[in-house]
């Protein structure tokens, strides 16, 4: 372990082996951090915080405070960060609530600088949200999602799995997997070719997907009107199943 001298390490907490500690942190009684990680200067990690192995922490960052939420009542709850996550400068991160208990950010994460992950949130792995990205309480943020810069998202919204969000929009309503979205108020503007590409999908199983994309968005049905036609006795591929089910189970309504 390197800990700077300015550091303040309360005991009780638990520092894997190789971590550094820059100077002026302050680690809390009931932190863990995994082994290799990095925290920065003037970092605090306080709370229920459990960090996952090579995570970096950069200046003034603040991890596992209190939920900005008024019916928290001083529940015992936390924030787990898995491994290989990258937290720039001054992102703040707060714990669960009693509604769910835990605030989590998955494995290979990268959250730029300023930006906010409130309470109960659920990011998923290979997540990428840009500076001043903003998520309210109980987003959910699905793998491999990306989200731009100076973008606020509404308490409870959904964002599916590789979908990718445009910079400056406003989110208020479930973004459905495999979509690019942007504006505000934010639209749907086509399938997420390029991220589709990076993981591989196969041509029949895009080509499969724009026709989906097509029934729901470019067309003159109504969601549920969509749904009905694509349920009729027809065989899609799991991801395809996987997209119908995300615009099922919204609770918020789907952009569009």
Known sequence: MDIHETALVYPGSVIGEGVKIGCYSVIGPKVKLGKGCVVGQRVIIEGDTQIGENCAIYTGAVIGSIPQDLKYKGEDTKVIIGKNT????????????????????GDNCFLMAYVHVAHDCLVGNRVILANVATLAGHVTVEDRVIIGGVTPIHQFVRIGRLAIVGGASRVSKDIPPYCKAAGSPIKLFGLNIIGLRRVNFSSPLKKELKK??????????????ALEKLQKGISFSEEVKYFINFVKQSKRGICK
Not at 86 to 105: D, F
Not at 215 to 220: E, G, R
């Open 86 to 105: 990258i937290v720039r400068e001054y992102v703040t991160i707060n714990k669960g609530t009693g509604s769910t208990g835990e605030t989590r950010i």
């Open 212 to 225: 989906v994309y097509k029934i729901f968005f470019n067309s003159n049905l109504n969601t549920t009107q």
